[in-house]
């Protein structure tokens, strides 16, 4: 399922507390966005219509929960990058954000214990 950067905001929201009615998630956005309601509501609608979300009446309003979980999402997400611009391999990619954006010396410690840990599982 293609989410738009727009949406993924909508969306964020909703992975964090949910269900919220549409009220809500423009309060939650009014701080991070510069979206008027009707922008929001229209991204609700587009995210219903994929459904990446659900609504429940509730009384005179809807209450939106996503379908979507946040972990299959990233995945999907992670897997279309990998495969556009790396040919699916994960070395070109961690290569490229090391030359382009400076490794801290936690970054680097966490890429030491994860290689450590996927060589245990292969032995």
């Keep these: 399922m293609r989410i738009s950067d727009a949406e993924?905001?909508?969306?964020?929201?909703?992975?964090?507390?949910?269900?919220?009615?549409?009220?809500?998630?423009?309060?939650?956005?009014?701080?991070?966005?510069?979206?008027?309601?009707?922008?929001?509501k229209t991204l609700l609608n587009r995210l219903l219509k994929k459904g990446a979300i659900a609504a429940e009446k509730?009384?005179?309003?809807?209450?939106?929960?996503?379908?979507?979980?946040?972990?299959?999402?990233v995945q999907g997400e992670s897997e279309?990058?990998?495969?556009?611009?790396?040919?699916g391999r994960v070395a070109p990619l961690v290569a490229h954000f090391s030359r382009q954006r400076r490794l801290s010396a936690k970054d680097i410690r966490e890429l030491r214990a994860l290689l450590e840990e996927l060589d245990d599982d292969q032995r």
């Design 8 to 40: 993924s905001v909508v969306m964020d929201v909703l992975w964090r507390r949910s269900p919220l009615a549409a009220e809500d998630v423009v309060e939650a956005l009014g701080n991070r966005q510069q979206w008027q309601e009707p922008t929001i």
């Design 80 to 87: 279309g990058l990998l495969d556009r611009l790396f040919d």
């Design 58 to 73: 509730d009384g005179r309003r809807y209450l939106y929960s996503p379908v979507l979980k946040r972990e299959d999402w």
